[in-house]
């Protein structure tokens, strides 16, 4: 390896603090953009509404006919379910609306088959 002059080996090494600061100035503007993001989910999930307790699934169309009663916390959910509360479940397995087989809603609400 042969010797640099001096003034050389010193520009490279500034070149390099150059590099090496902005690197770190983007570094830091990506912690900052994790920190905000992380902040807002924080945010979002403390304005979460809670689960309700019970749901109702309901068919295809807009104005649709109850399906099936389920737990609010029920893996079985389908994508046109609405949170309703225990009277009105309770109501929609009286008359007749099915109940899930897996979270076993007429059970918990005291509605079962006579």
Known sequence: MHDQPASDR???LRFLE???HEDL????RWIATEERRQQEQRRGEARKP???DWVIDYGLNRDGLPLTVHAGDCHM???RARGV???V???ALVEGVKACGYCRPDTELGVLDG
């Not at 100035?25 to 830091?28: D, E, F, G, I, L």
Request: aromatic share 0%; glycine share 10%; proline share 9%.
């Open 25 to 28: 100035a983007r570094t830091r």
């Open 77 to 79: 959910l389908g994508k």
């Open 89 to 91: 479940a309770r109501r």
């Open 18 to 20: 150059r590099v090496q």
């Open 85 to 87: 509360d225990a009277g």
């Open 10 to 12: 010193l520009s490279q």
């Open 50 to 52: 809670p689960a309700p």
